[in-house]
Structure formats: structure tokens, C-alpha cells
């Protein structure tokens, strides 16, 4: 099992920044693939962005203003949240699996899920 922490959400204006910060701890034998969902109020869950140690992927409603790093020492995923916007208000979680997903954007791929850190953004 492997346990997921997030940090970093919060409050902002719109065209504000956040960056989330996510770290796995636990059984962890193999490379990670870890990612991050949002669900809005009354929305199906949604990928954001991902990253293994071959590639990132994002949404096309991230692309340009978000972006994903990885500490792969420490276990820790970052993502990277600018010029925000009030669509993007949602509950943010981080997810990871061992290995490679084959739709890093599905959610179904995942196996390992954060409690998830709220993003606001209102003026």
C-alpha cells in the first residue's frame, strides 16, 4: 500500500498561483507513476496531469499554466498551478501506481489515492 499526502491548496484571486505538493510514502518497490485529479461540485472526477519517469502528461484545460515535477529521491510530486482561473476551483488529489499506466489520465489506472487538498478561486 502506498500512502499519498497532499498540501498547498487553498485560496486565490483568479491569475493567482498554488503549488500542490504531494508525497508517497509506504511500500514503494518500483517506480512510481503519480498524478493529479480534481473534482468539481456536481463533475466526475478528471485527470490533470501525470508524470513517470518517461514522460508528463496533461489535460488540455491544464496545458500552458500547469506543471508537473517529481522528486523521484523523496517520493514527492509537485504540481504547479498558475495563471488560475475559477474552473479550476475543485477538490485537488494526488494518485500513484507502481509502474507505467496505459491512460495516464484515467483514473482507473490508479490503485493509490490521496485525501485531497481544496483549490478556490474566486475574487
Known amino acids: 500500500q502506498v500512502r499519498l499526502e497532499e498540501s498547498g491548496g487553498g485560496s486565490v484571486q483568479p491569475g493567482g498561483s498554488l503549488r500542490l505538493s504531494c508525497v508517497a510514502s509506504g511500500f514503494i518497490y518500483s517506480s512510481l507513476t503519480m498524478a493529479w485529479f480534481r473534482q468539481a461540485p456536481g463533475k466526475e472526477r478528471e485527470g490533470v496531469a501525470s508524470?513517470?519517469?518517461?514522460?508528463?502528461t496533461y489535460a488540455d484545460s491544464a496545458k500552458g499554466r500547469f506543471t508537473i515535477s517529481k522528486d523521484n529521491a523523496e517520493n514527492i510530486v509537485y504540481l504547479q498551478m498558475n495563471n488560475l482561473e475559477v474552473d479550476d476551483t475543485a477538490i485537488y488529489s494526488c494518485?500513484?501506481?507502481?509502474?507505467?499506466?496505459?491512460?495516464?489520465?484515467?483514473?482507473?489506472?490508479?490503485?493509490?489515492w490521496g485525501q485531497g487538498t481544496q483549490v478556490t478561486v474566486s475574487s
Open positions: 508524470i513517470n519517469s518517461i514522460e508528463t
Open positions: 494518485a500513484a501506481r507502481h509502474g507505467t499506466a496505459i491512460d495516464p489520465l484515467d483514473e482507473e489506472d490508479y490503485n493509490n
